[in-house]
Nanobody, 115 residues
């Protein structure tokens, strides 16, 4: 099983980034997918979620209206489009796949919002 994040980096406040998470080794379309983040000195927090069946989405209040989660089951990939980025969005972002007791994590990717 692998979850590989990409698309992170340094961006100025107000800018945009799109994170991708490529999955392999499991039946991607049957798993709920989430993005989490962890800033230095803080606990890991849920940012966005998308369900396996009807692609129902949910967002943390702090990112609502700015971030969009989506998935492409033909490419086994989940995305996080991040707009209007703020310095407080700086964190390591993690992709997660879950179905029942099965729970897989990516290695994480750094997003830094700074001028």
């Amino acid at each position: 099983v692998q979850l590989v994040e990409s698309g992170g980096g340094l961006v100025q406040p107000g800018g945009s980034l799109t994170l991708s998470c490529a999955a392999s080794g499991f039946t991607f379309s049957t798993y709920d997918m989430t993005w989490h983040r962890q800033a230095p000195g803080k606990e890991r927090e849920l940012v966005a979620a998308i369900s396996s069946a009807r692609c129902v989405t949910n967002y943390a209040d702090s990112v609502k209206g700015r971030f969009t989660i989506s998935r492409d089951n033909t490419k086994n990939t989940v995305y996080l489009q991040m707009n209007s980025l703020k310095p407080e969005d700086t964190a390591v972002y993690y992709c997660n796949a879950q179905r029942g007791l099965r729970n897989y994590w990516g290695q994480g990717i750094q997003v830094t919002v700074s001028s």
